[in-house]
């Protein structure tokens, strides 16, 4: 079982940067993937960044350009440095943990942390 705890939401202007932190402990697998996911109220959880414990990296369209990823595997902390913000960025981001690959799909992923609101005013 893995936990995560998510931190580093916020209150930011349009234009802005903020900085999400995820650190995970418990059984981690050797190879697997920690990521960011996005969730506006009544609408999916959307993917936004992956990284594996190798380096791959995997971001949505949406977040490309503006937002990058970044692990720790000493640490088994991740990161997701939010830059240009936009106030269609605003909602709850929750971090994520799966084994082997990344991939894009909420199901596929094992574990989540409870959520860090992130909102960006116009």
């Known amino acids: 079982q893995v936990q995560l705890v998510e931190s580093g939401g916020g209150l930011v202007q349009a234009g802005g940067s903020l900085r999400l932190s995820c650190a995970a402990s418990?059984?981690?697998?050797?190879?697997?993937?920690m990521g960011w996911f996005r969730q506006a109220p009544g609408k999916e959880r959307e993917f936004v960044a992956a990284?594996?414990?190798?380096?791959?990296?995997l971001y949505a369209d949406s977040v490309k350009g503006r937002f990058t990823i970044s692990r720790d595997n000493a640490n088994n902390t991740v990161y997701l440095q939010m830059n240009s913000l936009k106030p269609e960025d605003t909602t709850v981001y929750y971090c994520?943990?799966?084994?082997?690959?990344?991939?894009?799909?909420?199901?596929?992923?094992?574990?989540w942390g409870q959520g860090t609101q992130v909102t960006v005013s116009s």
């Open positions: 994520a943990y799966k084994r082997f690959a990344a991939v894009m799909v909420a199901s596929m992923y094992d574990a």
């Open positions: 418990g059984s981690m697998f050797s190879s697997d993937t």
């Open positions: 990284a594996t414990r190798s380096g791959g990296i």
